[in-house]
């Protein structure tokens, strides 16, 4: 069993800026995806960000590109959200997931998932 640990989420002013971290209790192999979805009250959950381990390689919703990156921390049991330009519709939830077999960074099926961290954009 996995437990994966999200911090970071808070309320800000749209143009403003938060960082999310998630950290595993193991460390990760070439073979995961780390990443980050959201659900707003309402939605479905959506991916956001994740990350292919073994090669860096990173995927983004069209929704975020240019304001999100997501990277690892050099133990590769961290991956973090640098999220700016924040605006109201990104408020949600944001979980971070952990993808054992995974296919590609935009091919995330996750097998844990954190309780989450709320991020209020307004």
């Known amino acids: 069993h996995v437990q994966l640990v999200e911090s970071g989420g808070g309320s800000v002013q749209t143009g403003g800026s938060l960082r999310l971290s998630c950290t595993a209790s193991?460390?990760?192999?070439?073979?995961?995806?780390l990443g980050w979805f959201r659900q707003a009250p309402g939605k479905e959950r959506e991916g956001v960000a994740h990350i292919y381990i073994g090669s860096g390689e990173t995927s983004y919703a069209d929704s975020v590109k240019g304001r999100f990156t997501i990277s690892q921390g050099n133990a590769k049991d961290t991956v973090y959200l640098q999220m700016n330009s924040l605006k109201p519709e990104d408020t949600a939830m944001y979980y971070c997931?952990?993808?054992?077999?995974?296919?590609?960074?935009?091919?995330?099926?996750?097998?844990?998932w954190g309780r989450g961290t709320q991020v209020t954009v307004s």
């Open positions: 997931a952990l993808d054992f077999l995974c296919r590609g960074p935009g091919k995330m099926s996750p097998d844990y």
């Open positions: 193991r460390q990760t192999s070439s073979r995961n995806c």
